[in-house]
């Protein structure tokens, strides 16, 4: 870590850092979803159907821009650093035996006015 900062000096700790500058309440549960690309729908099925124990929901469509299918699976969890690296390293390694590609994660914005 550098400085003051409670996030690792990583792509995911820049990220919760951005969202916690913008008044983004990290304390709060929501849902947090982890998209994944297939070439192939039958893999994107297939990851689709092994997620469904470690997610709360699962959705498959075609991603035109990259030519592929999107499969994004969705948690509802407090955005922690470690429960996100956690999630997203063992989806990853998942959508990796079925031939596809992590493609990033994201939430909508809870604030403290939310709660």
């Known amino acids: 870590m ?7 000096d990583d792509e ?3 990220v919760l850092r ?9 304390d709060m549960a929501r849902d947090v979803d982890f998209e994944h690309i297939f070439t ?13 124990n470690q997610t709360d929901t699962v959705s498959i469509s075609w991603y035109h821009e990259e030519h592929s299918w999107n499969v994004r699976v969705s ?3 407090v955005p922690t650093y470690e429960a996100i ?7 990853h390694k998942m959508a990796e035996l079925y ?12 604030s403290a006015s939310d709660s």
């Open 2 to 8: 550098q400085g003051r900062s409670k996030f690792p």
């Open 85 to 91: 690296c956690a999630l997203e390293v063992s989806l």
């Open 75 to 77: 948690r509802h969890m």
């Open 18 to 26: 951005l969202m916690e500058s913008s008044g983004d309440n990290l």
């Open 99 to 110: 031939g596809g590609k992590s493609d990033g994660w994201g939430s909508f914005k809870v």
């Open 12 to 14: 995911n700790g820049d």
């Open 40 to 52: 192939a729908s039958e893999s994107a099925l297939a990851f689709a159907a092994c997620t469904l």
